[in-house]
Nanobody, 124 residues
Framework: QVQLVESGGRLVQAGGSLRLSCAASGRTSSASSMGWFRQAPGKGREFVAA????????DYGGSVKGRFTISRDNAKNTVYLQMDSLKPEDTAVYYC?????????????????WGQGTQVTVSS
């Protein structure tokens, strides 16, 4: 089993920045790609960003491309999501997830471990 714990979510004004962290513990594997998803009230879970097992390849959802940056530190078993130029439509619960594959994916079915989520609220 792998446990994922997100942190860093809070209330921020539009145009501001936040950095989310996801700490992994348990039977972690640096060979797994990692992803961030988000879910706004009344909506489905949306792909935000993913990073390959070694950090060499990243992928982003269309609505966040150019504003968000995903990275990982395998020595610390931690994945980060730097969010800049935040907009009210970025308001959601953000989830960290660990994939069963080494290559990054936008497909929610590729991810087998999930954190509990952290709330990000962007005020206008």
């Amino acid at each position: 089993q792998v446990q994922l714990v997100e942190s860093g979510g809070r209330l921020v004004q539009a145009g501001g920045s936040l950095r989310l962290s996801c700490a992994a513990s348990g039977r972690t594997s640096s060979a797994s790609s990692m992803g961030w998803f988000r879910q706004a009230p009344g909506k489905g879970r949306e792909f935000v960003a993913a990073v390959s097992w070694n950090g060499g390849v990243t992928d982003y959802g269309g609505s966040v491309k150019g504003r968000f940056t995903i990275s990982r530190d395998n020595a610390k078993n931690t994945v980060y999501l730097q969010m800049d130029s935040l907009k009210p439509e970025d308001t959601a619960v953000y989830y960290c997830a660990a994939s069963q594959f080494a290559v990054s994916s936008q497909e929610i079915g590729s991810y087998i471990y999930w954190g509990q989520g952290t709330q990000v609220t962007v005020s206008s």
